[in-house]
């Protein structure tokens, strides 16, 4: 005897139909309103928490060690639960994950589910006369008032339906399917904006390049310092190198009104010219140079007794209120301090604050404090005496800190975001909505009634009416259905 | 900063606080006449008040776009620009007078709290996009502000509405009216609150507040983003301004899916636009309360050219 065939409540296909149903369970879930406002709540909280609690990527270390010396015990409660780094924590990202998914699914199940199928007319005259909708009476035969309704509206995006019911004509227009379209891309935008943010992490390149005036630099893992990040996937950009050719200030009543330098990249014979100011970086093979820190740079050529011991380039990277400085360790020698001291602070004028315009270059080297001494000022192809060397002082020039910033996902996130707002624009410029024209004859004319559908309020359809009524010489305010 | 400036902020300053007092009034009370009033206020402080922005513009040299004052004072601006368009558009929505001039009145207080000195132009402030960045930011500020006011108003009436049994849902006949309750409706729909828009008008008008204000936020945000890495590098760091405007744009996305997804209508969607205000109150105001955002530039160390020179 052939076996029977399983049948829905036998054991081999109860297991799938309960695989199906978790299946189902889970997707109803995470599709539901309740979830994703649930989410928002959470994502919220820890907005909230972010806030009050200071954040480890925001604020220097020495203000998060103050912080955590006088707060030691929230310190230490912050730092078990990451909230002071809440933003990098596992659960905010969980939680970000989550809203994505809901959001794609919610999208994926109002497309499947049909939302672009033709939808019938809603209305016929009896439902119109039982609904007690209002006739309008115009001076249009039915004829010449359809064909002029249905002439009114020329939009690609408006579908127009025309059907009669014995002596009554029924004209739908429907719109919406362009604005579906929007939202589909909006959300859908919202999962390219995932991915650009993740490729974004796993290509992040951040770190600080030194460049002197006159310098050219070879761009390569060698070349950066201070390096946060490197790239997971693709590796640190090379091939090519970025030349410094000036830095130029300009003060107005002694406040910064722009810093600009002039670059080059060269890669192979090929050299492109860069004027970079702040807001407007260097780019170049997804690679970004920013313009952040300036200071000065002093070439020191130092001999003893004849003989050459050194000669480089000394960045002065702390600011003091006389100018810059540093301390130069001469090789098998001392710790040399090195200062430059603006313009403005010679004149010893206060209102002119420029510290970077030096029209006598000169340097002082040593401290009065040390047994060294002072030297100083010395001006550019001076020696001088200090510590049983000669120090010429070469050159001042500028140095800038540049920031380097590489993301390769950067243009995938920007694409995603200008996509939802693409698409947010799209939804809300054709919504949803239905509008529905009854003619019937009346003596000398005929009757119009008229009923709009939306789940967008008048949004869509005022202008709608307001056409209509043009083409048909009246006025046309129909009653409202909600969308269902 | 000149006295001019200080003669016309306070003048607006004062004026304005007539105005929040009357349009107070003229809904606790239900006096029409006195809400009119309010409007006019509005109208006379609103000249003082575009006086002092063009006398900081022509002092700054520059668009009133830097620092946290000059975003305050533009924003309540932009609030009662939105105001005046709104009511002259539709005189019945007057009423939101007394929401969104209480409203303007706090934000300049705030403002009356902070240093009015014209900070520098820093290289920093010389974009485009962050021109691009406030202009969307204070249109965001002045839609959802108008956003919450409307909602306000939605509640007040349905609130008064209730105690009169009307259907005011399609300002047709009450269903089930007595005799009595027919003279009721009658005398309401005669009175003050018969004179505000109806309920459905009230939504309508909200939600269209709210798509604005969606879309405005979401363009504020990007431009942010694209101004923040070309002039630090990062585009996103979740700065406590950043932060507070994601969260206000997807609170508003909530509305907006509640509204069309759920079909959610009536009080408790008008909460939600009335307690969202808070995030964009707390994009404008909030920054001073943490201890660390990009947009004020502090932890910009000396020699950093995108913060102190």
Known sequence: ?????????????????????????????????????????????????????????????????????????????????????????????????????????????????????????????????????????????????????????????????????????????????????????????????????????????????????????????????????????????QGFAVALDKLAFEYKKGLLEGATADMRVLEGQRVIERRVRVNYPLEHKGVSFLLSQVGYSTRLVVRKEGRLLDDTFVNLKQRYAQGFGDRYRVPGGPELPVFVVPDSRLARTESARTPYILTRPAAYLGSRESALGLVGPLEVGKTAKIAGLDVTLADVRLYSVMMVRGNQGRPILYTGLWLIVAGAIMRFADPRRELMLAIRPRRGGSEVACLGRSAYGRMGLGRMERTLGRALGTEIVSPIEEDG | MSSYFMALFWASVIVYGFAAVLAIWGVLLRQERVLDWAVRCTIIAFVPHAGALVLRWAAAGRPPVVGPFENTIVGAWAIILGFLILSRRYPRMKITAAVAVPFVLLTLGYSATISSAIPAYLPAYKSNWLITHVVFAWITYATYSLTAAIAAAELLKTRATRHVFVADADEGAAEGATAGRAGAEQAFKAGFWGRVPPIPALQDMAFRLVVLGFLTNAVMIVTGAIWAYKLWGSYWAWDAVETWSLVTWLAYGLYLHLKLTLKWSGPRLAWIAVVALVGIAMVFWGVQLVPSTYHLFRQMGAGRLQGLQ
């Open chain 1, 1 to 237: 005897m052939a076996g029977r065939p399983l049948s829905p409540a036998s054991g081999g296909e109860r297991s799938g139909g309960d695989d199906r149903g978790l299946a189902e369970s889970l997707i109803a879930t995470l599709t539901s309103t309740r979830f994703a406002a649930v989410v928002m709540a959470a994502l919220i909280t820890m907005s909230v928490i972010g806030l009050a609690v200071p954040q480890a990527s925001l604020l220097p270390a020495k203000d998060m060690d103050l912080w955590r010396r006088a707060y030691p015990w929230a310190a230490e409660v912050a730092a078990a639960l990451a909230f002071d780094r809440i933003y990098n924590s596992w659960y905010f990202l969980l939680a970000v994950a989550a809203l994505m998914l809901s959001v794609l699914l919610c999208t994926y199940k109002r497309v499947a589910a049909g939302a672009f199928r033709r939808r019938t007319p809603f209305l016929s005259a009896r439902a119109a006369a039982k609904r007690g909708i209002p006739w309008r009476k115009i001076d249009l035969d039915p004829k010449t008032a359809a064909r002029q309704a249905a002439a009114a509206f020329k939009a690609p995006w408006l579908r127009a339906d025309e059907s009669t019911a014995g002596t009554t004509r029924m004209v739908t227009w429907s719109g919406g399917r362009f604005g579906l379209v929007g939202s589909v891309v909006a959300h859908c935008a919202l999962a390219i904006v995932a991915v650009g943010a993740v490729v974004g992490s796993l290509t992040s390149l951040q770190a600080d390049m030194v460049i002197t005036e006159g310098q050219t630099v070879q761009v390569g893992r060698a070349a950066f310092g201070g390096v946060r990040s490197l790239p997971v996937l693709g590796g640190v950009p």
